[in-house]
């Protein structure tokens, strides 16, 4: 597996979840119920777009060297 989809799946599940688990956790405070939905929405979506910052950035580096 090359370095540079390890390091997306990395920022995918490290960054999804942690979001996602915070958002939740927000709304779950703030009253509402937990939605499985939406966690998997926030996970997905912002998992994705870290990923791909990471990897740009990583990429980035590599050419800069």
Do not use: C, P
């Amino acid at each position: 597996m090359k370095t540079h989809t390890k390091i997306m799946i990395k920022a995918f599940l490290i960054a999804g979840l942690v979001y996602a688990g915070v958002m939740e956790g927000y709304h779950y405070f703030r009253g509402h119920d937990f939605e499985i939905w939406r966690f998997l929405l926030n996970f997905f979506l912002f998992g994705f777009i870290m990923s791909l910052i990471a990897r740009y950035h990583h990429l980035r580096q590599l050419r800069s060297e």
